[in-house]
C-alpha cells in the first residue's frame, strides 16, 4: 500500500479538523465534572445537557451540503473552478484575482 503525501490545502483541512475535534473533547471533559455536580439538584440534568448538545450536533449536521453522486475537486485550483460556476452574483464573482491567495 503506497501513502500519497497530502497537499498543504489538503493537510490545513485534516489538522484543522483534528484540532476542532481535540478541542471538542477537552470541551466536553471540562464539562463533565461541572455538570456532575448540577447532579445535586437533579439526577437528570447531566444526561438533559448532554442529550441536547448530542441533538443540537446532529441537527447542525443536516446543514451540510450533500455530496452524494457528486465530483469533489481533487485541488485547490478545481474548487476556485466549481466556485466560480456556481456563483450567481456576478458583480462579486467576477473579481476572481481578488480572492485568489
Not at 13 to 20: E, F, G, H, K, S
Not at 44 to 61: D, E, K, N, R
Not at 70 to 83: G, H, I, T, W, Y
Request: aromatic share 4%.
Amino acid at each position: 500500500m503506497s501513502l500519497i503525501p497530502p497537499v498543504e490545502g489538503q493537510q490545513f483541512a485534516v489538522q484543522t479538523a483534528t484540532a476542532l475535534g481535540a478541542i471538542s473533547g477537552r470541551f466536553g471533559g471540562l464539562l463533565a465534572p461541572l455538570l456532575n455536580i448540577l447532579a445535586v439538584y437533579h439526577w437528570t440534568i447531566p444526561t438533559i445537557v448532554f442529550s441536547s448538545l448530542t441533538l443540537v450536533s446532529g441537527a447542525l449536521c443536516l446543514l451540510l451540503p450533500e455530496t452524494k453522486n457528486k465530483d469533489l475537486p481533487e485541488s485547490a485550483d478545481e474548487a476556485e473552478v466549481n466556485r466560480d460556476v456556481t456563483c450567481t452574483n456576478k458583480t462579486r464573482c467576477s473579481n476572481s484575482e481578488s480572492t485568489k491567495l
